[in-house]
T-cell receptor, first 111, second 113 residues
């Protein structure tokens, strides 16, 4: 069964403590892997798109990487305002245009 | 530029009623998708429309229907509401039907009593 799995489910960090979030996928014919940030009561906010293995994207303290089986979202020296749920989603040949989401990683950064 | 806008923001209904949710995409975006998100889960795909044609449908019952208008705005209709339909309903728009990032609105919180 096609699926997207994110780990860990929850992550608590101290301010400045770098870490990584994982997104593994088992779909075939990947057309794009997308990272989103979601704050409570809000819709997902687009962060990055990755299309092929080896691709990397960066934005401020966030860096996303992609292999043939998984993606990592690296958070360098996080701040409390980085606290949110981070969602990973894939678009692939069998999904046509729609996104298949993981359950997300809830990140808490304490000062 | 205005992002994806959804209305209403909150809605309370009772079992058996019908509801219509509305979405205006980002200007220039021709694809609109609807997702359902329950607490603690990622969004689940319901429908995608592109150029006013249905492009895809997720695993939801026929009580769910949608349409897209000539100005690319969209409506999601749910009939015969059940308690399990309580969720955050998200609309997303994108430039193309496939491969482009989807940009989400803040959703409609639907509560069924």
């Amino acid at each position: 069964e096609d699926q997207v799995t994110q780990s860990p489910e929850a992550l608590r960090l101290q301010e400045g403590e770098s870490s990584s979030l994982n997104c593994s996928y088992t779909v075939s014919g990947l057309r794009g892997l997308f990272w989103y940030r979601q704050d409570p009561g809000k819709g997902p906010e687009f962060l990055f798109t990755l299309y092929s293995a080896g691709e990397e994207k960066e934005k401020e303290r966030l860096k996303a990487t992609l292999t043939k089986k998984e993606s990592f979202l690296h958070i360098t020296a996080p701040k409390p305002e980085d606290s949110a749920t981070y969602l990973c989603a894939v678009s692939y040949g069998g999904s046509q245009g729609n996104l298949i989401f993981g359950k997300g990683t809830k990140l808490s950064v304490k000062p | 530029d205005a992002g994806v806008t959804q209305s209403p923001t909150h809605l309370i209904k009772t079992r058996g009623q019908q509801v219509t949710l509305r979405c205006s995409p980002i200007s220039g975006h021709k694809s609109v998708s609807w997702y359902q998100q329950v607490l603690g889960q990622g969004p689940q795909f319901i429908f995608q429309y592109y150029e006013k044609e249905e492009r895809g449908r997720g695993n939801f019952p026929d009580r769910f229907s949608a349409r897209q208008f000539p100005n690319y705005s969209s409506e999601l209709n749910v009939n015969a509401l059940l308690l399990g339909d309580s969720a955050l309903y998200l609309c997303a728009s994108s430039l193309a039907a496939v491969g482009q990032p989807q940009h989400f609105g803040d959703g409609t919180r639907l509560s069924i009593l």
